[in-house]
């Protein structure tokens, strides 16, 4: 699988932070042991930080009327199934602060009966069944309602030595508001948004002579750009890329790290599978400097109602 790297600056103090822009079989073992290759090179690399995309254990769900076939594989790879991969994975994290320290996956997860959409968080420092480390999928497009109930508001948040990290779900990227607490409410630095993201959609302006094949993976970059810059913080994305082994819908990629400011600095393959690392990421302190430079949060605290949801304190991480 192709490496792709970058060095975003000279403070090795900051992560280095790798992303997964992968190709997810409808197969549990093949994914499981895609995540442990991509972990053992995040291993050799020297990341602090992997990402994965959404549901990498099972890979993407599909239409079926009766759900023949799509139930049976999300209870093959729901969670608690996987503990001794997802042992060996968390075994092999540092402690130390010089090698890699977090995992970030989303996967399957089944509470009283029912399954959902859920992220979870590797670290020697947590356990990551608790439920203050996970967060459950809230924005359900009509084909996941058939399989996942719709998590709370409870967002989940992380506190670390590099900065406050928040989480989405694909979906949960098309509503504003959600981004907008993580930035205005919980202080995130960035937010991280693990995808299974398509590409194929027409829109097309005759009159304008104006058109895309790939309307929703304009949608993506669009989205993850935007979220960064009317919120003033990093916006990081893993999303699946290429065909579904099922269906054959194709699926975007692009995943990538786009800064405060909004430009994207990184971005992977649209076709194939990549892996992006980009080393020294100076999370909390390229925040602070754009926002120095053009703070809006300030006329936005002065002019608009703050935001009263409660949410839940960042948890330590």
């Known amino acids: 699988m192709r490496l792709l790297e970058r060095v975003f600056s000279d403070k090795e103090e900051c992560p280095s932070i790798l992303i997964a822009n992968l190709n997810l079989a409808s197969d549990v073992s093949t994914n499981l042991s895609r995540m442990e290759e991509v972990v053992q090179t995040a291993h050799e690399k020297g990341a602090n930080i992997v990402i994965f995309p959404e549901l990498t254990v099972t890979g993407y769900v599909w239409n079926e009327?009766?759900?023949?076939?799509?139930?049976?594989?999300?209870?093959?790879?729901?969670?608690?199934?996987?503990?001794?991969?997802?042992?060996?994975?968390?075994?092999?994290?540092?402690?130390?602060?010089?090698?890699?320290?977090?995992?970030?996956?989303?996967?399957?997860?089944k509470k009283e009966g029912d399954f959902y959409n859920s992220t979870f968080i590797l670290s020697t420092k947590i356990d990551y069944r608790k439920e203050e480390y996970i967060y459950d999928k809230v924005f359900l497009p009509p084909l996941e309602q058939q399989y996942f109930q719709q998590g709370s508001e409870r967002r989940l948040t992380i506190k670390t030595k590099w900065g406050i990290f928040g989480f989405l779900i694909c979906?949960?990227?098309?509503?504003?508001?959600?981004?907008?607490?993580?930035?205005?409410?919980?202080?995130?630095?960035?937010?991280?948004?693990?995808?299974?993201?398509?590409?194929?959609?027409?829109?097309?302006?005759?009159?304008?002579?104006?058109?895309?094949?790939?309307?929703?993976?304009?949608?993506?970059?669009?989205?993850?750009?935007?979220?960064?810059?009317?919120?003033?913080?990093?916006s990081l994305g893993a999303n699946m890329?290429?065909?579904?082994?099922?269906?054959?819908?194709?699926?975007?990629?692009?995943?990538?790290?786009?800064?405060?400011?909004?430009?994207?600095?990184?971005?992977?393959?649209?076709?194939?599978?990549?892996?992006?690392?980009?080393?020294?990421?100076?999370?909390?302190?390229?925040?602070?400097?754009?926002?120095?430079?053009?703070?809006?949060?300030?006329?936005?605290?002065?002019f608009y109602a703050p935001i009263k949801e409660d949410g839940s304190a960042p948890q330590e991480c």
């Open 65 to 109: 009327n009766d759900g023949h076939g799509v139930r049976e594989l999300l209870e093959e790879g729901e969670n608690d199934k996987i503990r001794p991969t997802i042992k060996r994975l968390h075994d092999s994290l540092c402690e130390d602060g010089r090698g890699l320290e977090y995992i970030f996956y989303n996967n399957v997860r």
């Open 241 to 302: 890329v290429g065909r579904h082994a099922v269906t054959g819908d194709y699926f975007w990629g692009g995943s990538g790290i786009w800064a405060p400011s909004g430009m994207n600095i990184v971005q992977a393959s649209n076709i194939t599978e990549e892996l992006i690392l980009v080393r020294n990421v100076d999370i909390r302190g390229q925040r602070y400097k754009e926002r120095d430079d053009f703070n809006y949060q300030i006329d936005f605290a002065r």
């Open 171 to 234: 979906y949960d990227l098309c509503f504003v508001e959600l981004a907008r607490i993580y930035a205005f409410r919980d202080h995130v630095d960035a937010i991280v948004t693990m995808a299974d993201w398509r590409s194929e959609a027409f829109r097309e302006y005759p009159r304008m002579n104006t058109k895309r094949d790939h309307y929703y993976g304009f949608l993506w970059d669009l989205m993850n750009s935007s979220k960064a810059a009317y919120n003033q913080v990093w």
